[in-house]
């Protein structure tokens, strides 16, 4: 079933650089079949191959065994550049076996098998509802470094659709004008405002998630200017690569708009809202 050479006229070995390539071909099959969010529940994916003693140091190689994190780069880049949305602290799994672990999914050209192990629902949905419960319908973003019109702003789950952006009202190619709430003005001291789009990004409530959501828009994705999140709980940047798939905000985070404009983002609780 399997066979190590190439599909050509010369039927030459596969090299480790052609056999990667196959790997991370496979691994990118498998991770768009994840729909509606699912890769955020993704705790680990394992990669295993079966192969002769002859051709395991071609897979030892391919699969970065000896520096796992260089493989794990190469994952994230495809979650990344499709929208898969894996979590800050999902787990890599490689190795060499005899046989292929039950239930895992198996590759068409290569002896590989590909698997996830997928965080406790029900254990993620008690979380969850404990901190949406005492959240507030409005929240606060504070300037942190950059230059916007004002220092603070404070955002209520009826303002709609909240804008951020450079400058405050920008014609659009439609005729119309997109009015950004949150506005960094181009003309201002601080140098990182020139590196914000002028439709860098929005945020909206989500009843559903009873929270806010922020979204990249047109400038604020590749190859534009990015739009980035710092969480409380990581050192780690989330980039948002498609104007799709939102992010729902937690208390604490930082937006990163551009190459330095930082807000942080705090819910107000529900006694505050009540005042």
Known sequence: MFNLFKKNKDQRPMDV???REEILYFVKEELQKLEGGEGRNVESIQLYAVVPAEEQYLYEAALHMPEPQLLKQEVQRISDNFAVE??????????LKESFPVGAALCQVLPLSFSLKMKTAV??????TAITEKRGRTARLQILN??????DYVLRADDGRINLGREKNVP??????????????GDADHAGNRFVSRQHAHLEWDEGKNGFMLFADEGGIPPGNKTKIKTLKSEDQLKLNSAEVGYLMEDGDQIILGESVVLRFNYTAKKEDEL
């Open 86 to 95: 894996l979590p800050l602290h999902w787990i890599l799994e490689t190795g």
């Open 146 to 151: 950059g230059q916007a019109e004002k220092q």
């Open 172 to 185: 659009m190619i439609n005729g119309s004008v997109r009015i950004n709430g949150i506005a960094f003005p």
């Open 17 to 19: 650089k052609v056999l």
């Open 123 to 128: 254990a993620e949905t008690k979380a969850l």
